[in-house]
């Protein structure tokens, strides 16, 4: 009998083990996805908060434009829909594509990003990474997209795929592109979406 | 060079021009129309605002490739519907005209604020005229104008 006590006493301290050893090992995983997800996040922000995308998630009534980001001239203003008022329409100028000769951007329902999705504050800054990222999260105010919502916009929104074809300024050079391609962009915002959307603590 | 074909104030009419040809200057040099200015030719000042499409243009800065087949209305044929009437009768009453130059983008501005907005508030004019730059400073006569325009059309008139 003591021979069988001790070898059951055997058996459930290695079975022990391999589940401590397991669950420790998930534990692990876990904490290395959301890390991950958080470093590709870091990724997407960059992109968010580049010129090309920023300029049109305005807090105020008007859109910037320019790698300084200023007040758009002309006095334009956002309007009921985001995309200017009757004299003065997005339309007015901004084509369904680049007017490269004359330095005019385009692209499909120029427009800007509602107010509830403005990534700056009224005073023109970024938004911390935390706010943005609580914001493009938050299911009120982003059109109730989830994580592979989100993924399938930065895939296949025209605006958004705008960025990386900007065209020509009006003196003729390239405008700035985003920090990274397309492609890294798309693959940033997966890996974040498959470690299930983790935000950055803090304000 | 291409061949374009495009709607101007109702007429079709055709144009052979580089495809980067801003509108304004298919209207102006190729098809004779001057009533429509150049002023900026940077989209700043809206003295070359006309209707593409019914939406107020800058033809400034605006290729004739990317026109397609919308229709353009100028200042010349903008007095044609009732609306347009109405703006170009209040202009007259009101005597908003001093040097003239932007006037015609003015006009153009101001029946697509009413065509849109047959009532428009102190802000809708403050707004969507707020791209049209006059340098003679005739804003008041301008505002003054489009309230008149607004309540000929509003009674029936227009």
Known sequence: ?203 | MATFQITVNGERREVNVDPSTPLLWVLREDLKMTGTKFGCGISACGACTVHVGGVATRSCIVPISHIGDRPIITIEGVGNDAVGRAVQDAWVAQDVVQCGYCQSGQIMSAVALLKSTSRPTEQNIEESMGGNLCRCGTYPRIRAAIKTAAAQINKGGA
């Open chain 1, 1 to 203: 009998m003591p021979r069988l006590r001790a070898s059951v006493l055997v058996s459930a301290i290695v079975v022990a083990t391999a589940l401590w050893a397991s669950a420790s090992r998930f534990a692990g995983a876990e904490t290395t996805s959301t890390a991950q997800g958080l470093a590709a996040w870091d990724q997407v922000y960059s992109v968010l908060t580049s010129p090309r995308c920023i300029n049109c998630h305005t807090a105020t009534n008007y859109p910037q434009q320019g790698d300084d980001r200023h007040r758009h001239v002309a006095n334009v203003v956002r309007g009921p829909e985001g995309k200017g008022v009757p004299g003065l329409n997005c339309a007015g100028c901004h084509q369904e594509t680049n007017a490269d000769s004359t330095g005019v951007p385009g692209g499909h329902n120029w427009h800007l990003a509602p107010l509830e999705m403005r990534w700056q504050d009224i005073n023109d800054r970024a938004l911390s990474s935390a706010a943005v990222c609580r914001q493009l999260t938050d299911r009120t105010r982003n059109h109730k997209l989830d994580g592979p919502g989100l993924l399938k916009h930065h895939e296949e929104e025209p605006l958004v795929k705008w960025a990386w074809n900007p065209g020509r300024r009006p003196d003729g050079t390239a405008r700035t592109l985003p920090p990274l391609t397309h492609e890294q962009f798309i693959a940033a915002t997966r890996r974040w979406v498959e470690a299930g959307t983790p935000c950055p603590s803090g304000r």
